[in-house]
């Protein structure tokens, strides 16, 4: 199960896990064709829209794996920029039940579906520590999904089942490219140790690994994907 796996990063994860051999159900919000495009695209993978800001989405999202899950990736996300000054109750009640109030739901409703050894993974940002004017409630709302893949971690290790957080820093998106000049992107780029900005299939990769056997003894950590922006 990914969500927001219509575009982005999320479809780069969908891309990837179909790939290494799993059978995915994705969740997206409104474009339908992106999403149905992706189905087209890849054998057996299905897609559920839902407006994650509803908690009741959480049952239609579920619905199609209700007889046993081995992987979340909570990927979902909303980020309006806007200054602390500027911000309304609404922006705070929509930025936080999308960004960390329907993960924590998916990780209760996943609790009773994950097989024993199953993979929960959280996409958080780079921006958690690297904190920018007008994203105050999008960083807010991801530290906050970091602290529930700790506790996760330890609520769910007694099953096998890990729980960790992947941290993108700048990755090469739609949404980036929508809100970031030229000029930024290409001071990004140098200020980073592998000197480009990343590709959605590297967060993917990082996504696979987590999900992967060679990873079970990796848990309630904060992997930050970033090529070294954060060093």
């Known amino acids: 199960m990914v969500t927001g ?4 990063i999320g479809r780069a994860i969908v891309r990837r896990l179909a790939a290494d051999g799993a059978r995915v159900v994705f969740g997206y919000r409104q474009d339908r064709a992106a999403a149905e495009a992706l189905t087209r695209e890849l054998d057996g993978v299905v897609a559920v829209q839902a407006d994650l800001a509803d908690p009741g989405s959480v049952d239609a999202l579920f619905a199609p794996v209700g007889d ?4 979340l990736v909570n990927n979902a996300a909303v980020n309006p920029p806007c200054p602390i000054s500027e911000l309304t109750a609404a922006d705070f009640d929509r930025v936080m039940a ?19 050894g199953g993979r929960i993974i959280n996409i958080s940002t780079l921006n958690t520590a690297m904190p920018a004017p007008g994203i105050a409630l999008y960083a807010a709302s991801k530290a906050a999904l970091e602290q529930f893949t700790a506790v996760a971690s330890r609520e769910f290790g007694g099953r096998g089942i890990t729980v960790n957080t992947v941290s993108p820093g700048a990755t090469d998106t739609d949404l980036l490219r929508a809100t970031n000049p030229p000029e930024v992107l290409e001071q990004t780029t140098s200020f980073t ?17 987590l999900a992967g056997p060679d990873a079970g003894w990796i848990t309630g950590q904060n992997l930050r994907a970033t090529g070294g922006l954060l060093i």
């Open 5 to 8: 796996g219509s575009r982005g």
């Open 68 to 71: 046993g899950l081995d992987i």
């Open 98 to 116: 999308v960004n960390a109030r329907f993960p924590l739901l998916a990780m209760q409703r996943a609790a009773t579906l994950l097989r024993d």
């Open 193 to 209: 140790a592998l000197g480009r900005i990343g590709e959605p299939a590297d967060i993917a990769a990082v996504v696979a690994f």
